[in-house]
């Protein structure tokens, strides 16, 4: 009889411990990718380097994804450095990435101009698909930085072709050329963006909003934010910066003639001494002075200085800039 009391008073004690054991929740590894809403995505695929994914390589679980043009997939990317270069094709569309943070979750290769047969073709992450976004992931080449005249040294972080493409949040880093906005209406938001010469070029019709773009041209030499590729009077292509912050470490333009009718807007964007002061280049083509559209509207800091700006930058007013400072400029209020 002493022995079954002894068992009920110990199954009294131990009892509500492990009932309270049981409510305790002991968090998982894993569990930091589960906070992510996935209402309205009809497949959401895990990348981690760390066991808490389907998959280990970005480019597996892109490949994987269904890229409908009616459906949305959600690609979510593990803290970690993806040492792989990544595709989305034109057939997968409709993908959101989810990293991070961007200095917590990149995907990094290092080809050049000379490794890869072009600049084109030097990226690290390109973009064809339509209707990509990208949330707080970074997008490198680390290839080291050419030495001033070096040749075939460009090295493309990012390449978006893809039209309605949008980045939140995002860093991108490389020297020349690290961002290549070749084609298509993009939108970029509160991103970080480093290089040394053209560091954002081609040809898309894009909105930069709220970003930063750090030179890191080398000493005694003079970089260049943008190269833009508007060919003829006819396209609506364009760069524009809205409430921007240029910084740094070594003088830059704002922009070159890469070619005739390129056309770049920088408005209400701080920007610090690393602006040369003439501010913009003709790329030794006097011709294009007539042809470019180089604007100005609002900006400040010791580099916004215009009385030294070439002749053919123009300095807008608030009529002459509404069209371009907000996302009208890239049709946004039909797919942002």
Known sequence: MSIMLFFILFLSIISPIESVDQRIHHPSKCDHLSKFPTKGFTMVLKVSLNGCGRFKRVQDAIDASIGSSQSKTLILIDFGIYR?????????????????????????????????????SSFSVAVFGEKFTAYNISFKNTAPAPNPGAVDAQAVALKVVGDKAAFYGCGFYGN??????????????????????????GNGRSLYEDCTLHSIAKENTIGCITANGKDTLKDRTGFVFVNCKITGSARVWLGRAWRPYARVIFSKTYMSRVVSLDGWNDMGDPKTQRTVYYGEHRCYGPGANHSKRVTYAKLLSDVEAAPFTNISFIDGEEWL
């Open 84 to 120: 792989e270069r990544v595709i989305v094709h034109e057939n997968k569309n409709n993908l959101v990435v989810q990293g991070m943070g961007y200095s917590r979750t990149s995907i990094e290769w290092n080809n050049t101009t000379a490794s890869s047969n072009g600049t084109f």
């Open 176 to 201: 020349q050329d690290t961002l290549l906005d070749q084609e298509g209406r993009h939108f970029f938001k509160g991103c970080f963006i480093e290089g040394s010469i053209d560091f954002i070029f």
